[in-house]
């Protein structure tokens, strides 16, 4: 039971276009969500995250919209640049009344950018 | 500087042996954590200690035991590999305060069981 969907496998965007990654979830109860990009043969890097009080949240060119009624998020980079290929990974936890959070993680989307 | 270290990166071992992965971070972060990354790309928290206690342990086989003997650093310990136990483990730690609740993630290590 895959709570948390990235049901793109790949994306191919243009350099200084805008990439649209999706993501998503089933659980009501998530309450926070995070986006993560993967170089080969590195961890996992936080990008930016969102609180399930919001429904937008920017970082320079990467910009977070989340869509509770929709159960659905999504990652916006623009303009994409060359750099920006990678594996981009959607994370969600419920908050936990031990103030812990427990990611579930969606598969990943592979994003390239084409110079 | 390395925020989150994993030693070794790559560690190619035979069926029934017994192996150690450690994990350093110097985040001064709370709360540590072990994913595994199977075949499928699947990215599943296997445990995750704070301060030295463990708060989350999910459905492994008890061949797998986490040891923390200090919050910076929290290492894997694997009894009687197998060869379903191929995959990449990635150590990762956060300080979870109000607002802030992102993890950071070591480089991994690759474990492949002949």
């Known amino acids: 039971d895959q709570q948390v969907k990235q049901n793109s496998p790949s994306l191919s965007v243009q350099e200084g276009r805008i990439s649209i990654l999706n993501c998503d979830y089933t659980?009501?109860?998530?309450?926070?969500f995070l986006w993560y990009k993967k170089y080969p043969a590195e961890g996992p890097t936080f990008l930016i995250s969102?609180?399930?009080?919001?429904d937008k949240n920017e970082d320079g060119r990467f910009t977070v919209f989340l869509n509770k009624s929709a159960k659905h998020l999504s990652l916006h980079i623009v303009p994409s640049q060359p750099g920006d290929s990678a594996v981009y990974f959607c994370?969600?936890?419920?908050?936990?009344?031990?103030?812990?959070?427990?990611?579930?993680f969606g598969t990943g989307t592979r994003l390239k950018v084409l110079a | 500087d390395t925020a989150v270290s994993q030693t070794p990166k790559y560690l190619v071992t035979q069926m029934g042996n017994d192996k150690s992965i450690k994990c350093e971070q110097n985040l001064g972060h709370d709360t540590m954590y072990w994913y595994k990354q199977d075949s499928k790309k699947f990215l599943k928290i296997m445990f995750s200690?704070?301060?030295?206690?463990?708060?989350i342990n999910e459905t492994v086989p008890n061949r797998f035991s986490p040891k923390s003997p200090d919050k910076a650093h929290l290492n894997l310990h694997i009894n009687s590999l197998e060869l379903g136990d191929s995959a990449v483990y990635f150590c990762?730690?956060?300080?979870?305060?109000?607002?802030?609740?992102?993890?950071?993630f070591g480089p991994g290590t690759r474990l492949t069981v002949t």
């Open positions: 990762a730690s956060s300080q979870e305060r109000q607002g802030s609740y992102e993890q950071y």
């Open positions: 659980n009501s109860m998530f309450d926070y």
């Open positions: 994370a969600a936890s419920p908050h936990f009344t031990s103030g812990t959070y427990k990611y579930i």
């Open positions: 200690y704070n301060n030295k206690e463990l708060i």
């Open positions: 969102i609180s399930s009080i919001k």
